[in-house]
């Protein structure tokens, strides 16, 4: 279990941050920018999940984020060993998966698409877009980092899979699509 005495510890005042294993990096290294960016969504899916308090969407938003503060304590872990240890947290391919069957639940029961979409719709679906885009660049900041480190593939397939299920729960916290803001395209032209 983590033990959080003191939230300061002045180690990082050199403009460096510890990882996993000990080693330090510049807090502007790709891997920081990375997990990073991980904070930065959970944070977005806390907003959603205070949008959609006491839903059963909201509990799933709470797993999804206990996930995420493993994703990022896997890309805090430098390496090319990404098989889970008793010191070593790392993302596995059931937490993927896991998150498919909650798309295609959620897909099963949504009106078919006949445009994108706007962000929008109610507030509670608008959040959940902000944490889609979030998903996104968090996406696309684990996989820059993957160009040059070793990053754990079943972390990026999580990434991957996340905002696409944040796009369906939008789709459905917006009445199960019928609520959704349909694209116009050209339609202020």
Not at 92 to 100: K, N, R
Not at 106 to 129: C, K, M, Q, Y
Not at 165 to 182: K, S, T
């Amino acid at each position: 279990m983590v033990r959080l005495n003191r939230i300061y510890t002045r180690t990082g005042d050199d403009g460096t941050t510890g990882l996993v294993d000990g080693s330090r990096l510049p807090k502007h290294a790709a891997r920081m920018d990375a997990i990073g960016a991980v904070d930065e969504t959970n944070s977005a899916i806390g907003l959603a999940v205070c949008a959609l308090a006491g839903s059963e969407h909201a509990a799933t938003l709470i797993r999804i984020q206990n996930d995420l503060f493993d994703l990022g304590a896997d890309i805090a872990t430098p390496g090319d060993d990404f098989t889970p240890g008793e010191m070593t947290l790392r993302m596995v391919p059931s937490q993927a998966e896991w998150l498919e069957r909650a798309i295609d639940a959620i897909n099963d029961n949504l009106t078919p698409l006949r445009s994108f979409i706007l962000p929008g719709g109610s507030e509670a679906a608008a959040r959940v877009h902000i944490a889609r885009a979030s998903a996104r660049t968090t996406e696309r900041r684990a996989t820059a980092l993957a160009a040059s480190d070793p990053i754990n593939p079943a972390a990026l397939a999580y990434l991957n899979r996340l905002s696409d299920y944040l796009f369906v729960l939008a789709r459905a916290v917006n009445a199960m699509g019928r609520d959704d803001v349909l694209w116009v395209p050209g339609q202020n032209r």
